[in-house]
């Protein structure tokens, strides 16, 4: 869908209006508006079958005032640049709209892991994680998993680093498994602390979570997860899709069995107790909350008037343009925006990291409720913004993350 709309455009636009509106500094501004670093790599990989094939990745650092580069490395044909840039300024406002210490980063390689082997993947993660070693650290950037990465990308990731310093360095990378320094905690960290914000968000448009009707757009890690809270929370999941399609069933699906129909034959659409549909019709679902979990440019000026949910929770990075977000507030739909909806995956990667540095390790509990702290304050926070400057809550966080941004740009200085 749309897929003609550059995400990089996108992320600009988003932040000259927020800019605008809190009328930043025109030579923050300047700064603020690119990258601090972009990296491109072509690098060769040995195939099965004996060919080698040259794969082309980016690693972007958006901006590092407020500490260390974060963000996530995904695996797609179509990734490009812009899409990597775009990607990490999010981060930059992601990671201060939560204010945990860190900048934003991202990274992706161009290659369809689907049609890969594991040792393939394992030979062009090692390789793409050694060109990138001049840029990555626990105190200069830490990437984490994004779309088609998984623990065991992140793993060889560490290991390959690990091996060249002559050291184990597990603060290299998070989202690991728990075998070797992951946090309890990170593989539900998206969609729980996405349900943390929900949880606030319901009570504002006055609907319970209980009985409320859900659709979600993709069944990956925050797709699925978040599926699961909602039944949890008593939500009735009517809709749910995957790259191959979707399925609906008005009277809810039973998502245990959906998770087992996708694990076990690789989509949701072989659900049985249910119709098929298409990933736009699902969009245009009649529902209390619609949780895009997918991809970027689903929601635009072309749909959003059809779109009919009170709330739209972002777990996504990028679901909606500029111009369908202003179509839907006008039409009083609630969005919680990806900055804030998302946060929890790199709140958790905060602690994490934290805990690989302390080598001191938390039960879940503590995981949980450190979480739920920090979102449910970041929502109050947002929200309290949208109040005092009636602004939709897109501008209004992005409003709070480029005040603590610019001001902690503002305190170190420009050097020299
Ligand atoms: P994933 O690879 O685990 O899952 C992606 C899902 O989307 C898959 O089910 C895939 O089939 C589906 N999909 C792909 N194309 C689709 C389409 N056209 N229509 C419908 N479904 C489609 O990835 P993920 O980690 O769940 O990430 C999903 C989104 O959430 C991305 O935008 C990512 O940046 C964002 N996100 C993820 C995390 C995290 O911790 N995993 C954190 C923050 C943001």
Not at 33 to 58: A, C, N, Q, S
Not at 77 to 90: F, G, I, R, S
Request: charged share 25%; with cysteine; hydrophobic share 40%.
């Amino acid at each position: 869908m749309t897929s003609k709309i550059n995400p990089w455009e996108v992320a600009q636009k988003q932040f000259d209006e927020a800019a605008e509106v809190m009328g930043l500094d025109p030579n923050l501004r300047q700064v603020l508006r690119e990258p601090k670093r972009e990296l491109t790599v072509h690098f060769p990989v040995k195939m099965d079958d004996g060919t080698i094939k040259v794969f082309t990745g980016h690693r972007v650092q958006h901006n590092l005032a407020r500490g260390p580069a974060k963000g996530g490395i995904r695996y797609a044909p179509d990734v490009t640049l812009d899409e990597v840039k775009a990607l990490a300024m999010w981060m930059t406002w992601k990671t201060a709209v939560v204010g945990i210490p860190y900048g934003g980063a991202k990274g992706g390689v161009r290659c369809n892991p689907k049609e890969m082997s594991q040792t393939e993947l394992e030979n062009l993660t090692r390789r793409f994680a050694t060109e990138i070693s001049i840029m990555i650290g626990p105190e200069r950037d830490i990437p984490a998993p994004d779309v088609n990465t998984n623990p065991q990308v992140m793993a060889w990731i560490m290991d390959t680093i690990s091996m060249h310093k002559g050291y184990s360095v597990p603060g290299v990378v998070t989202g690991k498994p728990l075998e070797i320094g992951g946090s309890k905690g990170r593989n539900v960290a998206t969609s729980l602390g996405g349900q943390y914000v929900v949880r606030e968000a319901v009570k504002r448009v006055g609907i319970n979570l209980d009985g409320a009707k859900v659709v979600v757009q993709g069944f990956g890690n925050a797709g699925m997860y978040s599926a699961k809270f909602m039944v949890e929370d008593g939500a009735k999941v009517i809709a749910v899709s995957d790259s191959k399609g979707g399925i609906y069933n008005p009277n809810g699906l039973n998502i245990d069995e959906v998770v087992k129909v996708k694990q076990e034959t690789g989509s949701v659409i072989n659900y049985k107790d249910a119709d098929r549909i298409s990933n736009p019709e699902l969009l245009e679902l009649e529902c209390d909350i619609l949780v895009p979990a997918a991809l970027e440019n689903q929601i635009t000026q072309e749909n959003a008037d059809r779109i009919k949910t009170k709330i739209i929770l972002e777990l996504a990075n990028g679901p909606t343009t500029p111009e369908a977000d202003k179509i839907l507030w006008d039409k009083g739909v609630l969005i919680l925006p990806d900055i804030l909806a998302n946060a929890g995956g790199v709140t958790v990667s905060y602690f994490e990291w934290v805990q690989d540095i302390y080598s001191f390790f938390w039960d879940e509990d503590r995981v949980n409720q450190e979480l739920e702290r920090i979102m449910t304050r970041a929502f109050h926070a947002v929200f309290e913004k949208v109040d005092a400057l009636k602004v939709n809550p897109r501008i209004a966080a992005y409003i709070l993350a480029i005040d603590r941004v610019a001001k902690a740009t503002e305190i170190r200085g420009i050097y020299p």
